[in-house]
């Protein structure tokens, strides 16, 4: 898309990505579809893996990170009795092998796996090894030791039975791999496994009824699509938010502290007009920017360009 086609326009886009596409070709679909000039994600999908991918314009981008951290939720089927090389139903099947797995069975084993626990990533993923994907690694036949990781799995249950394709659904914390799940509820019931599909449902506090579709946003005029943007503190809404009279917000605005009572890592800043100001901490008696949010409405200042090189935001091209 050329810069001058494009629009410096702020928010969040649910998007229902669709089966097949990859991550960063629905995040370039979307953007020229909105003619937005900046746009990011907060966290990949795999192409064989559909459901909730927030995507972020604009202001929205400087908030990423909030949701790469947030728990999540998926609507899985596992494939018993067949392993692949991926773990999943791209892969070559390595092994097949008889399915005796009762209801009951698969219950009590999907029981084991919840709560804390640690979790080895599978090799075929985006974690790097010396500057190089796993993933590439692994299409060159390689394997390396992978350290196992903490996660959490809040709660793990059986949605459909199915002595071949059990579907089940989960909440877990990030970094969680559910094809690396699949393979371990395959391995512990002695039949062998791997993910057949996968479906977010929900990513912090965003839900996949909130979603669109890029078939959808196809369908419609460039005003209905932009209708479709959450607000940019749709990244926030699990931090406490405070609010500063005028003057306070004219020097939070401009990356000076403000007196402030209280104590919090983090929190959202608003004015007395509910304008989204940034994040900021708040200790020892004084408000600190640790984000700003640039006023559109005001006259336009290039430290925001810079703001956002030095804190790593990405703009797709």
């Known amino acids: ?36 000039r900046k746009a990011g994600h907060t966290g990949t999908l795999d192409p064989l893996a559909t459901g909730l991918l927030p995507l972020t314009f604009g202001e929205a981008t400087k908030f990423s990170a909030d949701l790469l951290d947030a728990d999540k939720e998926y609507q ?10 991926t773990g999943d139903a791209e892969g070559q099947v390595l092994e097949r092998r008889p399915v005796h797995v009762s209801r009951e069975q698969l219950e009590a084993v999907l029981a084991r796996f919840v709560g804390s626990q640690e979790q080895v990533p599978p090799m075929h993923s985006a974690l790097k090894r010396d500057g190089r994907p796993l993933y590439e690694l692994a299409r060159a036949g390689r394997e390396v030791v992978r350290a196992p990781r903490p996660i959490v799995i809040s709660r793990l249950q059986l949605m459909c039975w199915d002595e071949r394709r059990p579907a089940i659904e989960l909440e877990c914390s990030k970094g969680t791999y559910v094809r690396a799940l699949a393979q371990d509820i395959g391995q512990a019931l002695g039949c062998g496994g791997h993910l057949h599909s996968l479906r977010r449902t929900r990513v912090g506090h965003l839900r996949l009824a909130q979603a669109t579709t890029l078939e959808e946003l196809e369908g419609q005029e460039l005003g209905a699509r932009r209708d479709r943007l959450l607000a940019v503190d749709a990244l926030l809404t699990s931090l406490p938010r405070i609010s500063l009279d005028a003057d306070a917000a004219v020097r939070f605005g401009h990356g000076q502290r403000v007196p402030q009572r209280g104590e919090w890592p983090r929190l959202r800043v608003y004015d007395g007009s509910n304008r989204l100001l940034g994040v900021a901490s708040c200790s020892g008696g004084w408000l600190t920017a640790i984000r700003l949010v640039t006023d559109r409405t005001a006259p336009a200042d290039r430290s925001g360009n810079r703001f956002a090189r030095e804190n790593g935001i990405e703009e797709a091209t």
């Open 1 to 36: 898309m050329r810069r001058a086609a494009a629009d410096c326009i702020d928010g969040v886009l649910a998007l229902d990505k669709p089966l097949g596409l990859t991550s960063n070709l629905a995040l370039q679909k979307a953007r020229r579809l909105l003619q937005a």
């Open 76 to 85: 899985a089927q596992i494939a018993l009795g067949v392993t692949t090389s």
